[in-house]
């Protein structure tokens, strides 16, 4: 007689409980069955559970979370970010096409650009991400393939003029990407305001605990998001079920988290704005933000975020010091989590440029940038007081 295989446990288990939380599923491979057959056959594989590395159960509770937010038809995890965004780029374009990217971008996107994609044949046309008029000029000069550019930039936050660029990216048949990290879908779901593909590190807020990496690209095309995934699956990029599993529990809160941490940076900025040593207060909420009317209202209606700039007097090595004083907040990069972030970006986000070039690319000398978490608005306030005191 011959005994079940030891070695195939999983079979005990089949929706015999019905868990709270998704289960994480560590196995690499899933016995295949008739559909799973007709999946491979039908889309190379590209709906069925057969493989981790093309589909996974706890993954993709997650991407379903990133959809949800947007709003979307689909989303799909990435091992990180920068996956997500390298992905995208590589899957829509081709040698030979153009993409045209905003100046004020993540570094490491910056780099992907700089050095990665002209490398393989890309041309890559800078504008400023603010300038509607450098969009279309370079968009009826350059015929591109792909737009991209930044929800909010970093560390400045000035804000994309999503629907604007979205017509300049249609009126050629291309594709609108957007980065949404610093923003959020709490804040902006820029697919409702015309983009194609929106890339995220959900390193950031949507996981929002600082203890996984991963990334997201979130889609209403179908058949685009089918080519991404393609892509991913031959990159490499995708995501482990640990992980997807801290990204989906971070999502849980999401709102909770985001209601509370733009709560806070608004009442933290207007704290501030009064405060000796304070040269300026940099938030998309406030009235003297450059973007402030009609853009803000169109790209975050509802909430502005909770990431804040705050310029103060005697420059960078002066913001360094008040920096290194924090009690509350944590002198740390990255941004998104729980507890507030702090850092100036002269030498972290930003060290590889020089003062000038900085003050050229709208980043004042004396900037901290804060993430501001859960700690409540009195407190970090109260912190920064006493830091600069
Ligand atoms: C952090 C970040 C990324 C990269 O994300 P990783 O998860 O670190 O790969 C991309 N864009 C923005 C705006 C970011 O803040």
Redesign the pocket.
Known sequence: MVEQNPHRPGRNFTSRTSPAVPPIYLSTTFELDDASYEDIQGTGGLHATWYSRFNNPTVDAAGAEVARLHGATGSMMTS??????STTLVTLLRAGDTVVAAKQ??G??DDLLVRDLPGLGINVIRVDAFDNAAWAAAVDKHQPHVLYG?TMS?PALRLLDIPAVAKLAHGVGAKLVI?N??ATPYCTRPLQLGADVV??????FLGGHSDV???AVTFDDDKLGEEIQRRLITFGGCLDAHAAYLAWRGMRTFNVRLAEGCRSAAAVAEAMVAEPGVKHVRYPGRDDHPDAGALVKTVMPDARGAMLGLVLEGGDERALEVLRKLKVGLEAT??GGVETLASVPFNSSHFNMTQQQRRDAGIPDGLIRLSVGLEGAETLADDLRQAMG
């Open positions: 990180s970010g920068m996956a997500a965004i971008v993540y490491d996107t930044e970093n980065d990290t610093f890339v995220e590190s959900a390193t950031k990496i991963a990334g990255s941004l």
